[in-house]
Nanobody
Framework: QVQLVESGGGLVQPGGSLRLSCAASGVTLDNYAIGWFRQAPGKEREEVSCISSSDGSTYYSDSVKGRFTISRDNAKNTVYLQIHSMKPEDTAVYYC??????????????????????WGKGTLVTVSS
């Protein structure tokens, strides 16, 4: 059974930092592109960042570019999302998702949720003073 489990969420003050993790079981993440998405209260889910496994290419939405960094450790079967300079508008449930390598580019995966086979259940991030 495939599971993606997000962790690392919590309450953080504006300007603070956080690192989210997406750990996989039942699947080797080396074979998948991984994306982070978020859903703020009362809003639709939106893309945050995606990373390829085949060439390490990355995509970031304009709203997080320069503050978020996606990375992966295939040996640990885990993908990370490092968040800096956090803002109240970053408050959301953050989800990771996996799409098989070669289906599409990370840009299309992120922007159109294309090719995604698996979703995690999310981790809540709250940015508040």
């Amino acid at each position: 059974q495939v599971q993606l489990v997000e962790s690392g969420g919590g309450l953080v003050q504006p300007g603070g930092s956080l690192r989210l993790s997406c750990a996989a079981s039942g699947v080797t993440l080396d074979n998948y592109a991984i994306g982070w998405f978020r859903q703020a209260p009362g809003k639709e889910r939106e893309e945050v960042s995606c990373i390829s496994s085949s060439d390490g290419s990355t995509y970031y939405s304009d709203s997080v570019k320069g503050r978020f960094t996606i990375s992966r450790d295939n040996a640990k079967n885990t993908v990370y999302l490092q968040i800096h300079s956090m803002k109240p508008e970053d408050t959301a449930v953050y989800y990771c998702a996996a799409a098989p390598n070669g289906i599409t580019t990370v840009q299309v995966m992120c922007a159109h949720y294309y090719g995604i086979d698996y979703w995690g259940k999310g981790t809540l991030v709250t940015v508040s003073s």
